[in-house]
């Protein structure tokens, strides 16, 4: 019952970001909040193959969290699109609310962010429910996404809604031999279209593969976390590439 409650309230605060394919400006989000932790990420994606190989997208992320409840973040988002030059597309305002646990030990948050794009287009509010489990070096993501471009225009006035998934697995030990905070995490990734207010489900766009993720404490910086996957294309996204390499780096840190 609180699931869809969490899924209906992020579907009607009406999120979404400028159209690209599923997993190309994402990550998928997580519920957690470390209160007075800053976060400092750069990541992005490059489609491969077919009409729209070189594609690529990177977005840059500064978060903080103010409590234990809730962190703000700011985002840069940079789109390189085929026969045209990268530019800063948008920038955007965003925070995470940490919401009650559920039973089942299932975390649960909300996402929501603004961004406004920056090439004579319209804002775009975003929202996700955001669901997580955790079971000792298990970790599963769940985001329900949903958005909606603030324009009247005809043909862009409309919600469109997605997911983010993830499962992993953390491997070997820390510094300290603490078997909670695994150097590596090994798993698996997706993300995909669900369709619009207009209509829901058919045919629509996927990509699904295997991730990988290496994280250090470093004294003098903080934390820092280097990640590398490649999707491979579902449903409609077979049309258009043969597959999508994602990379990442996140420093995280107290200051």
Known sequence: MR????????STLLAAAAHA???LEAKVEEPYVKAGVSEIELRGARLIGKDEDGESAAVLEYEYGLNRHVRLGVVAEFEDEVG???KLDAIGLETVIRLPRLPGGVDTGLYLEYAQRLHNESGVLE????????AGPFLARLNLIAGRPLTRREGQDV?????AASADWGLGRDRDGDDDEQPWRVG??????LGTDHRFGGRQAHYLGPSLS???????IGELELRVGYLFPLGRARDDA???FRFGIELERRF
């Not at 929202?127 to 955790?134: N, V």
């Not at 919600?159 to 997911?163: D, I, V």
């Not at 290496?214 to 003098?220: F, L, N």
């Open 242 to 244: 043969n597959g999508q």
């Open 188 to 193: 698996v990734e997706a993300f995909g279209d």
């Open 214 to 220: 290496w994280a250090t404490p470093a004294a003098r």
């Open 3 to 10: 699931i869809a409650l969490v899924a209906a309230l992020a």
């Open 159 to 163: 919600t469109a809604f997605s997911y």
């Open 21 to 23: 394919e599923p997993g």
């Open 127 to 134: 929202a996700k429910a955001l669901f997580a489990k955790r």
């Open 84 to 86: 045209a030059r990268r």
